[in-house]
T-cell receptor, first 112, second 114 residues
Framework: GENVEQHPSTLSVQEGDSAVIKCTYS??????FPWYKQELGKGPQLIID?????GEKKDQRIAVTLNKTAKHFSLHITETQPEDSAVYFC???????????FGTGTRLTVIP | GAVVSQHPSRVICKSGTSVKIECRSL??????MFWYRQFPKQSLMLMAT?????????EQGVEKDKFLINHASLTLSTLTVTSAHPEDSSFYIC??????????FGPGTRLLVL
């Protein structure tokens, strides 16, 4: 089955700096990679996703890159703000399958 | 769009009682709904997958007689924790998906069993 690894587990950055979270996956059949943001006491919120036919996707301050050959994908947050502080989860899934395989999460702290 | 609600947001119950948690997709029809459990500072653990009108598929190690799942319509799924015990205390989160693989999560339900 699929195995998703996520690094780092914790990340602290100064407000305004960039944050990068990296994930690797094992199953080459996985072709959809969402990223979720989870604030304390709340459910995960989808913030961006990417499919395997695309190498990069951007939405304002958030971008995701995918390297299919190396089986890794990354989340990039630029100009970080205190409200970006949360736990971020990457995930991988194959089209047609039900199971989302989650990474272990990254706790991001943006220091004002 | 793609809003999922859960009710209640938190519940405290006595050991031995049953608790029902509702998950609703508010603005779309969900072909599949999922139930997760999350322990503090950990990732989400999939408990079961349910399609409307059919029996839920449980993950290995999840007791189907203890965690009853009903998916009566395309917008509603319920999870009933039967004869709850303190070790069942956790954060339960549902998600819903349409035809494609994107899952939209509810806000979660915090269960505390005394």
């Amino acid at each position: 089955g699929e195995n998703v690894e996520q690094h780092p587990s914790t990340l602290s950055v100064q407000e305004g700096d960039s944050a990068v979270i990296k994930c690797t996956y094992s199953d080459s059949a996985s072709n959809y990679f969402p990223w979720y943001k989870q604030e304390l006491g709340k459910g995960p919120q989808l913030i961006i996703d990417i499919r395997s036919n695309v190498g990069e996707k951007k939405d304002q301050r958030i971008a995701v890159t995918l390297n299919k050959t190396a089986k890794h994908f990354s989340l990039h947050i630029t100009e970080t703000q205190p409200e970006d502080s949360a736990v971020y989860f990457c995930a991988a899934i194959q089209t047609g399958a039900n199971n989302l395989f989650f990474g272990t999460g990254t706790r991001l702290t943006v220091i004002p | 769009g793609a809003v999922v609600s859960q009710h209640p947001s938190r519940v405290i119950c006595k050991s031995g009682t049953s608790v029902k948690i509702e998950c609703r997709s508010l603005d779309f029809q969900a072909t599949t709904m999922f139930w997760y459990r999350q322990f503090p500072k950990q990732s989400l653990m999939l408990m079961a997958t349910s399609n409307e009108g059919s029996k839920a598929t449980y993950e290995q190690g999840v007791e189907k007689d203890k965690f009853l799942i009903n998916h009566a319509s395309l917008t509603l799924s319920t999870l009933t924790v039967t004869s709850a015990h303190p070790e069942d205390s956790s954060f339960y989160i549902c998600s819903a998906s349409r035809a494609q693989e994107t899952q939209y999560f509810g806000p979660g339900t915090r269960l505390l069993v005394l």
